[in-house]
Structures are given as structure tokens and as C-alpha cells.
């Protein structure tokens, strides 16, 4: 079983890539926790989690959701448990903070992974999309690297654990991601432009969380409920790029995968 979290489409690609490489059921995250979160494993079942790197942690909805999960099996321990992440760049403690909330449910990973992809994260000034020639060439290097993923996640190899960290993996992670959890993940700067707006309602459809009410017609509105996790997926499908989060996505891309 993989249970998945996706914005831009990076870390829905390498699930459903990962399931049938496995031949196991990709859970979408925001659509399992409108149930009971509960699941109950068949034997050997491998129990699996892929998510895109938000501050250098997992993001919110991810830990929320491992936090409450609830999982059937004689020997729960017996199961490999893996964990893939997405990043732009590096993941800091990622891996460590999912282990936290893992053992909370009493799991902890047997092996974990991080793919460099395409960088969809626009909130801050220094931070853009890639260039059309480094975004291709981060799809190609990880379709190969995902391939090799796979192949150890088949054959359930413990420890193996090829991630990107950088030079201050805990000041990212625990400093830096706390100041990003507690303020940047927030809907309030997302604004329209009401001169490119033409009301298709995409914005809304792709929002992975619903935070975004509208629809075919309708002005797209964000309800500031606090269920916002800073995806920018609303931003990056916007066809006629009428979406702005304040002013640190001006004239800056747009990205997702299809």
C-alpha cells in the first residue's frame, strides 16, 4: 500500500510509478483522511509513502495524516516500510521528522529515498521555477533513479537510503522549517487578477486539499480555514497565470507535471 501526497504532480508520478513497479494500491493522502484512516495489510504487504519536501519537512497534511493512521496486521513491524520524497534541492531531516510521526503508529522506515525534481515551490523571492532545458534534464535523471528506487523497494533492501541533504540539514529542518510551518504555509497572499481571470475553474479543481472554492464562472476564493499547505498548485495550473501569492511569484514560471 503507498499513500501519496502531490501538489504539482512530481510526487503523484513517482507513486504511481512505484505501484505498479510493486503491484500495490497508491492511496491518495487528502482523499484517505475523509475516511477513518484505517487499513487492514495483507501479508507481506509493503507499506510505502511518497511526498514532496515543504521546508525541508514532510508536509503538514502528510504528518497529520501519519499521526492518525491506523493499521491492521498480526506483526506490524514485519511489514517494509519505505518512505520516497520529492525535492527541488535537498530534504534536510525530512526523513527524520517522518520517523517521529511514524513511531507514533509503531513504524519506522526500513529504507527511505528522495528524488531531485523539477522545483515547483515559488512562495519565497529567491525561489522560481527551473529553466525548461534543467527541468528535462531532472525528469530524465530521475525516471532512471526512480527505476533503481523501485527495484530495491521490490526486493525489500533494508538501510538503503540515497537521499540529497545538504550542508545544514538540521538548521533547514528544524530552525528554518519551523519558521516555514508556522508562517509561509498560509493561503492569505494568494490573490487574482481579475483582468486575466477568465473563470475556468481549474484553480479549484486541482486544489489536492479544497481549499479553493469556485468553479466554471465563478471568481476563485481561498477560505482561509487553516487547510491550506502552500502547494502552489492553484498558481501553477492557472492558465493564463491570473494567480499571485502576494508579490513573490511576480514574473516567475509555472510548473507541473501532467
Same mark, same amino acid.
Given at each position: 500500500?503507498?499513500?501519496?501526497?502531490?501538489?504539482?504532480?512530481?510526487?503523484?508520478?513517482?507513486?504511481?510509478?512505484?505501484?505498479?513497479?510493486?503491484?500495490?494500491?497508491?492511496?491518495?493522502?487528502?482523499?484517505?483522511?475523509?475516511?477513518?484512516?484505517?487499513?487492514?495489510?495483507?501479508?507481506?504487504?509493503?507499506?510505502?509513502?511518497?511526498?514532496?519536501?515543504?521546508?525541508?519537512?514532510?508536509?503538514?497534511?502528510?504528518?497529520?495524516?501519519?499521526?492518525?493512521?491506523?493499521?491492521?496486521?498480526?506483526?506490524?513491524?514485519?511489514?517494509?516500510?519505505?518512505?520516497?520524497?520529492?525535492?527541488?534541492?535537498?530534504?534536510?531531516?525530512?526523513?527524520?521528522?517522518?520517523?517521529?510521526?511514524?513511531?507514533?503508529?509503531?513504524?519506522?522506515?526500513?529504507?527511505?529515498?528522495?528524488?531531485?525534481?523539477?522545483?515547483?515551490?515559488?512562495?519565497?523571492?529567491?525561489?522560481?521555477?527551473?529553466?525548461?532545458?534543467?527541468?528535462?534534464?531532472?525528469?530524465?535523471?530521475?525516471?532512471?533513479?526512480?527505476?533503481?528506487?523501485?527495484?530495491?523497494?521490490?526486493?525489500?533492501?533494508?538501510?538503503?537510503?540515497?537521499?540529497?541533504?545538504?550542508?545544514?540539514?538540521?538548521?533547514?529542518?528544524?530552525?528554518?522549517?519551523?519558521?516555514?510551518?508556522?508562517?509561509?504555509?498560509?493561503?492569505?497572499?494568494?490573490?487574482?487578477?481579475?483582468?486575466? $481571470? =477568465?473563470? %475556468?475553474?481549474? #484553480?479549484?479543481?486541482? *486544489? /489536492?486539499?479544497?481549499?479553493? &472554492?469556485? !468553479?466554471?464562472?465563478? +471568481?476563485?476564493?481561498?477560505?482561509?480555514?487553516?487547510? $491550506? =499547505?502552500? %502547494?502552489?498548485? #492553484?498558481?501553477?495550473? *492557472? /492558465?493564463?497565470?491570473?494567480? &499571485?501569492? !502576494?508579490?513573490?511569484? +511576480?514574473?516567475?514560471?509555472?510548473?507541473?507535471?501532467?
Amino acid at each position: 500500500m503507498i499513500f501519496y501526497f502531490s501538489g504539482t504532480g512530481n510526487s503523484k508520478w513517482a507513486a504511481l510509478r512505484l505501484a505498479r513497479a510493486t503491484g500495490e494500491t497508491a492511496r491518495f493522502i487528502p482523499t484517505a483522511m475523509k475516511d477513518q484512516c484505517a487499513y487492514t495489510l495483507k501479508t507481506a504487504e509493503r507499506i510505502g509513502f511518497v511526498f514532496p519536501v515543504h521546508g525541508w519537512r514532510p508536509p503538514l497534511i502528510v504528518r497529520r495524516f501519519v499521526r492518525g493512521l491506523k493499521l491492521d496486521a498480526a506483526d506490524l513491524r514485519s511489514h517494509y516500510c519505505y518512505a520516497l520524497c520529492t525535492a527541488g534541492d535537498d530534504i534536510g531531516l525530512t526523513m527524520d521528522c517522518l520517523n517521529e510521526d511514524l513511531a507514533c503508529v509503531g513504524l519506522q522506515t526500513d529504507a527511505a529515498f528522495s528524488l531531485k525534481m523539477p522545483n515547483s515551490y515559488v512562495g519565497l523571492p529567491f525561489m522560481d521555477t527551473d529553466g525548461k532545458a534543467a527541468e528535462a534534464e531532472k525528469l530524465r535523471q530521475a525516471a532512471l533513479q526512480l527505476q533503481d528506487y523501485a527495484e530495491r523497494i521490490v526486493r525489500r533492501e533494508k538501510g538503503a537510503s540515497p537521499v540529497h541533504l545538504s550542508h545544514w540539514p538540521r538548521t533547514n529542518s528544524r530552525f528554518l522549517g519551523a519558521v516555514f510551518a508556522k508562517w509561509l504555509v498560509t493561503d492569505k497572499p494568494f490573490r487574482v487578477d481579475e483582468a486575466r $481571470c =477568465v473563470k %475556468c475553474g481549474i #484553480c479549484a479543481n486541482v *486544489c /489536492p486539499v479544497g481549499n479553493v &472554492e469556485g !468553479g466554471y464562472r465563478l +471568481r476563485p476564493r481561498w477560505k482561509h480555514d487553516g487547510s $491550506c =499547505v502552500s %502547494c502552489f498548485a #492553484c498558481y501553477h495550473h *492557472c /492558465p493564463h497565470h491570473a494567480i &499571485e501569492y !502576494g508579490w513573490a511569484t +511576480r514574473r516567475k514560471g509555472q510548473y507541473f507535471l501532467r
